[in-house]
């Protein structure tokens, strides 16, 4: 390893990327970013002057006692901002998506509360006590579950992202979208999962010859329902009880969800209430008619379960300010596969003319997401930003143009293009397409909602 | 007994040759699973196959669903089918390679059992379930009959319904079947 001489002020890619090494050898200064657009930015001024006569030194805090205890904490006041932004259906208030603002969010856990949510029908309030799992079908046994009964498993638990098979699906739109990055790439998230491994129940009801495929259900409004390969199901499948070590939350499918580790998040059937092992899929109306890609053949990708390579820069990010002016910034965004652990994600601040491998937050698991940061030295002059995945399987996140070129744009589902973000003289970051070779012009809007 | 007994171990490698998949050994679960009449499955069974398995008893035709249709459906699916707060469902303008394709039931759901399991388990979203199965039946004419799939008069019913051919059966590509050979 170089020391800190060698790497300090050192440039390892096209304007201003340094290496990824300071973090460890050196007490780095980054500019401040901030969030412009928001109430909270509006009111930074107000809040400064009513607090302007409080000294840090000697705090009004430290002469009164403070609040209470609390059953069940909230996070300050100071943070109300950072929360999911819901996007219903006009007719129907519980058919839509809310998102996980990643933009305002460290590290690779996302709180309980931050998980983005897509729902089809409301959010059922079950009493765990009159909840129960069936497993039927190509089975030797039928055979029912309580969640008293689950909760008495050998569990295991595993850190996993789940993704939204529509997630950033806006990216198709000809027009860059003017959404800040969690709210239009936040139907993604990652938490620790405990629960029942999938193999075990499997195992009991005594699967049949021919049972090549598991319809989950959910019970919910919608009675959500989809189907699975069993070899996948049987490989990673897990019937979640907890998530963060709590038990789930009645909008993440309490008492009882499914994970299917790294496949698109319509699999991870919450509410989960039955089971059938069957020969054939059963041909959804969730597996036809939406999460199916056309493509410009005019046939359509169908079964496209696994979740694959994507990052992106969450901050600084569209919408925020390089506050400090010129100087040294700390990049740092997302990065996950479906396939496995993330190899490398690599930065360019030059429109991807040069590129440069950003560090990898320990520890890097498969299928979750992936901190990366990178030391930036902004000069003040525009500049694009850009992250590019690669995971173990070698497959390397594509370029949008690569991306449209490939699956044509009414796809809906499993866009994950590379991300760009310009910066103005001013500092001022927004959304943009790659420039090098920009195919398109003109406005159009996606071919399909949230319904 | 003692013959049953010896059944046990071939039944167990015939579950591992036939499924194939727990090669790696599950862990062993403490079996607290509760064994389920198959007349109790039956009341928790709302599953219809596109062989048409899981269809009830019951029919409807095209000329019945129109009401069905316009006392549960047209407010969010427009007149005809032709989309409001929700999807369009019929009257498609554009095929699937037009610069602004229309994904309708006639130019994109592969199977006509699909509308019968979609519509009796989710809709209407404001009271899922509230339809007979002769309601839904009849609606899933009424939509066939809008794409011009089926005749006003024809009848639906566990029989029939499967055996409608739908204009887009061939128009997907199983990419998972896909990603199997290569591996």
């Not at chain 1, 993604?188 to 049949?208: D, F, K, M, Q, R």
């Not at chain 2, 009401?67 to 095929?95: I, M, P, R, W």
Request: hydrophobic share 35%; glycine share 10%.
């Amino acid at each position: 390893m170089k020391n800190s001489k060698n790497t300090k002020q050192i440039a390892v890619a096209g304007n201003g990327l340094l290496d990824r090494r300071l973090f460890l050898s050196t007490g780095l200064k980054f500019g401040t970013i901030t969030v412009l657009g928001s109430a909270s930015h509006q009111l930074l001024s107000k809040e400064a002057n009513k607090q302007s006569t409080i000294d840090p030194a000697d705090p009004p805090w430290m002469h009164t006692p403070g609040g209470p205890f609390s059953t069940y904490g909230k996070p300050s006041a100071h943070e109300r901002e950072v929360i999911r932004v819901p996007a219903p259906n006009s007719a129907v208030p519980g058919n839509g998506v809310s998102w996980t603002p990643l933009h305002l969010l460290e590290g690779m856990i996302t709180p309980n509360g931050l998980h983005f949510e897509r729902h089809h029908n409301g959010v059922p309030q079950i009493d765990p006590n009159r909840h129960k799992l069936l497993v039927h079908g190509l089975v030797k046994k039928p055979l029912t579950y309580t969640i008293k009964s689950l909760l008495k498993y050998p569990m295991h638990s595993q850190i996993l992202f789940i993704e939204c098979g529509g997630n950033s699906n806006a990216g198709w739109n000809k027009q860059p979208s003017r959404a800040q990055a969690g709210y239009f790439h936040g139907l993604v998230s990652c938490s620790e999962w405990t629960g029942v491994p999938l193999s075990i129940i499997l195992a009991e009801a005594g699967l049949n010859k021919g049972a090549k495929w598991l319809i989950a259900e959910g019970a919910d409004a919608f009675a959500m329902n989809v189907s699975i390969p069993m070899e996948k199901a049987i490989k990673d499948g897990m019937l979640a009880l907890y998530q963060n070590g709590e038990r789930l939350r009645p909008e993440n499918g309490y008492p009882l969800r499914l994970i299917i580790p790294g496949w698109e998040g319509v699999l991870n059937v919450k509410w989960l209430r039955r089971l059938k092992a069957v020969s054939k899929p059963i041909m959804t109306r969730n597996e036809t008619a939406r999460y199916t890609e056309l493509q410009p053949s005019g046939k359509a990708r169908m079964f496209s379960f696994e979740i694959e390579a994507k990052s992106l820069i969450t901050s600084p990010s569209t919408g925020m300010l390089l506050a400090s002016g010129q100087g040294l910034y700390q990049i740092t965004g997302l990065a996950w596969s479906g396939r496995g652990k993330i190899k490398k994600v690599e930065v360019s601040t030059d429109n991807g003319n040069s590129w440069t491998e950003a560090q990898l937050q320990e520890p890097v698991l498969p299928m979750a997401f992936s901190r990366f940061r990178i030391p930036w030295r902004w000069d003040g002059n525009p500049s694009i930003l850009k992250s590019r995945a690669t995971d173990e399987s070698g497959y390397v996140q594509p370029e949008r143009d690569e991306l449209v070129a490939k699956r044509g744009r009414h796809g809906f589902f499993h866009y994950n293009a590379i991300v760009c973000w310009e910066v103005d003289e001013h500092g001022l970051l927004s959304h943009v397409y790659d420039k090098k070779n920009a195919l398109d012009t003109g406005n159009i809007s996606i071919d399909a909602g949230w319904d | 007994m003692i013959k049953k007994m010896r059944w046990i171990p071939v039944i167990l490698v015939l579950t591992l040759v036939g499924t194939d998949v727990f090669a790696a050994g599950a862990a062993e679960g403490p079996q607290l699973g509760q064994a389920v009449s198959k007349e109790e499955i039956a009341r928790w069974e709302i599953s219809v196959m596109p062989d048409g398995e899981g269809l009830p008893v019951g029919k409807g035709t095209a000329k019945q669903g129109k009401s069905v249709y316009q006392t549960h459906c047209l407010s969010c699916h427009g007149k005809n089918g032709l989309g409001d707060s929700a999807d369009q469902l019929a009257g498609a303008e554009f095929g699937l390679t037009d610069e602004y394709p229309d994904k309708t039931i006639g130019t994109y759901w592969p199977y006509a059992t699909t509308l019968f399991d979609f519509s009796r388990r989710s809709m209407p979203m404001h009271a899922p379930g509230i339809l007979t199965d002769n309601e839904v039946y009849a609606v899933t004419a009424f939509l066939l009959y809008l794409n011009g799939i089926i005749g006003l008069t024809d009848e639906m019913n566990a029989k029939t319904l499967a055996k409608v051919k739908m204009p887009n059966r061939d128009g997907f590509i199983n990419v998972y079947k896909e990603n199997q050979k290569v591996d």
